[in-house]
C-alpha cells in the first residue's frame, strides 16, 4: 500500500499523517487503538509510524522499535505504559500463542539489517523525536519536523525484508 507519510518530504500535518496511517489500519482490517481520556499513550505511538515512515507489518513494527529506542527521547517508565496496555498484552499473547517463541526470534533475525539501516540514520539524526511532542506540533507538516530532528526514513527498498512473516493478526 502506497502510504504519503512514507514519502521523506511528506506534506500532509502530522495529525492528517495519523489520520491517514489509522485508514491504513482500517483498510487492513485492523482496529486502530483509541487512549482513555487524558491519555496520549498511543497517539503519541502512532506518531512514530508517521514521523519514521513505518507501517504495520511485523518487520516494520521491529523496525519501529529500532528508531524508537535509538532515535526518541523517552522515559523508560512512561514507555513501559505502552506495554502494559491490555490491547498490547493481548496482542503479544496472540503473536506467541500463533507462532510461539520461534517466530519473534525469526523476525528479530530476518530484521537485522533493516535494524542495521535504521541505526545509522538515528546517528545522522540532529535530534532525537521526543516520544512525548508537543500538542502544537500535531498541525505541522510531518516533512518540516522531519528536518527540524534531521529525520531521514528509509526508503521502500531500504525497509524491504523479503516476503513478510504471515500471523492471524487476531487477539
Same mark, same amino acid.
Given at each position: 500500500?502506497?502510504?504519503?507519510?512514507?514519502?521523506?518530504?511528506?506534506?500532509?500535518?502530522?495529525?492528517?499523517?495519523?489520520?491517514?496511517?489509522?485508514?491504513?489500519?482500517?483498510?487492513?482490517?485492523?482496529?486502530?487503538?483509541?487512549?482513555?481520556?487524558?491519555?496520549?499513550?498511543?497517539?503519541?505511538?502512532?506518531?512514530?509510524?508517521?514521523?519514521?515512515?513505518?507501517?504495520?507489518?511485523?518487520?516494520?513494527?521491529?523496525?519501529?522499535?529500532?528508531?524508537?529506542?535509538?532515535?526518541?527521547? +523517552?522515559?523508560?517508565?512512561?514507555?513501559?505504559?505502552?506495554?502494559?496496555?491490555?490491547?498490547?498484552?493481548?496482542?503479544?499473547?496472540?503473536?506467541?500463542?500463533?507462532?510461539?517463541?520461534?517466530?519473534?526470534?525469526?523476525? +528479530?533475525?530476518?530484521?537485522?539489517?533493516?535494524?542495521?539501516?535504521?541505526?545509522?540514520?538515528?546517528?545522522?539524526?540532529?535530534?532525537?523525536?521526543?516520544?512525548?511532542?508537543?500538542?502544537?506540533?500535531?498541525?505541522?507538516?510531518?516533512?518540516?519536523?522531519?528536518?527540524?530532528?534531521?529525520?531521514?526514513?528509509?526508503?521502500?527498498?531500504?525497509?524491504?525484508?523479503?516476503?513478510?512473516?504471515?500471523?492471524?493478526?487476531? +487477539?
Amino acid at each position: 500500500m502506497d502510504l504519503r507519510y512514507q514519502q521523506q518530504e511528506c506534506d500532509l500535518t502530522l495529525r492528517e499523517g495519523i489520520a491517514e496511517y489509522h485508514a491504513y489500519l482500517e483498510a487492513i482490517g485492523r482496529k486502530a487503538m483509541v487512549d482513555h481520556a487524558g491519555k496520549r499513550l498511543i497517539l503519541e505511538h502512532d506518531a512514530t509510524h508517521v514521523i519514521f515512515g513505518m507501517d504495520t507489518s511485523l518487520e516494520q513494527e521491529a523496525g519501529l522499535d529500532t528508531w524508537l529506542i535509538f532515535g526518541c527521547q +523517552y522515559q523508560w517508565r512512561y514507555l513501559r505504559g505502552y506495554a502494559q496496555l491490555p490491547e498490547i498484552k493481548a496482542l503479544y499473547k496472540a503473536l506467541i500463542k500463533d507462532g510461539g517463541w520461534f517466530l519473534l526470534l525469526k523476525l +528479530y533475525l530476518k530484521c537485522l539489517g533493516l535494524k542495521w539501516r535504521i541505526i545509522r540514520r538515528t546517528r545522522r539524526m540532529t535530534h532525537k523525536w521526543p516520544f512525548q511532542f508537543p500538542e502544537a506540533w500535531l498541525d505541522h507538516p510531518v516533512a518540516a519536523l522531519r528536518a527540524q530532528h534531521g529525520i531521514s526514513i528509509l526508503t521502500p527498498g531500504e525497509r524491504a525484508t523479503g516476503d513478510l512473516l504471515e500471523w492471524s493478526g487476531q +487477539y
